[in-house]
T-cell receptor
């Protein structure tokens, strides 16, 4: 199993550009989520999904869109990037709810918005 | 607002020393998890605690969940350089909302 994979590993954007961060898992997990990690802030939940076709907002959803058309994939879209979105983004998946099960994290995507 | 406060923020010790890091919250959590993260990688789960007063051991690591389920501690005995990393606590106060602390960055010098 590859586990949780994320692409790209690094990305530089200009303010106003759009992009999609890809996330895929091969463990047949129902739960998937996106976090951002900033210095001194820990990880903050952006969006999560409890299964294909179902998504919901986390703590910091503004500026980000998600969709879940398959169990395996959970892309994160930035429609108009802003410097405040410079961060490291992690995707995670688990069998059950976020606090009850082991979350498996991807290696992260480092995003710089100029 | 940071719901989980971790302390200390940074900790540098010599190999063989013992240490304790703390995770405190003003909210009651249904469960609390500890993760370890190495540079350039995602966090890796160490333990989940769900019952107030619960103590779990993982080799040289001892985890405790407070009786009121608002605080937790991680104690490492005889630290080794391989223990170096960022230790994160994460509390869940409903099944689909998890909040992370800012982390304790541990350095163990040989």
């Amino acid at each position: 199993n590859a586990g949780v994979t994320q692409t790209p590993k690094f990305q530089v954007l200009k303010t106003g550009q759009s992009m999609t961060l890809q996330c895929a898992q091969d463990m047949n997990h129902e739960y998937m989520s996106w976090y951002r990690q900033d210095p001194g802030m820990g990880l903050r939940l952006i969006h999560y999904s409890v299964g294909a076709g179902i998504t919901d907002q986390g703590e910091v959803p503004n500026g980000y869109n998600v969709s879940r058309s398959t169990t395996e994939d959970f892309p994160l879209r930035l429609l108009s990037a802003a410097p405040s979105q410079t961060s490291v983004y992690f995707c995670a998946s688990s069998y059950g709810g976020l606090g009850a099960e082991t979350q498996y994290f991807g290696p992260g995507t480092r995003l710089l918005v100029l | 607002t940071q719901l989980l406060e971790q302390s200390p923020q940074f900790l540098s010790i010599q190999e063989g020393e013992n240490l304790t890091v703390y995770c405190n919250s003003s909210s009651v959590f249904s469960s609390l998890q500890w993760y370890r993260q190495e540079p350039g990688e995602g966090p890796v789960l160490l333990v989940t605690v769900v019952t107030g007063g619960e103590v779990k051991k993982l080799k040289r690591l001892t985890f405790q969940f407070g009786d009121a389920r608002k605080d937790s501690s991680l104690h490492i005995t005889a630290a080794q350089p391989g223990d170096t990393g960022l230790y994160l606590c994460a509390g869940t106060y409903n099944n689909n909302d998890m909040r992370f602390g800012a982390g304790t960055r541990l350095t163990v010098k040989p």
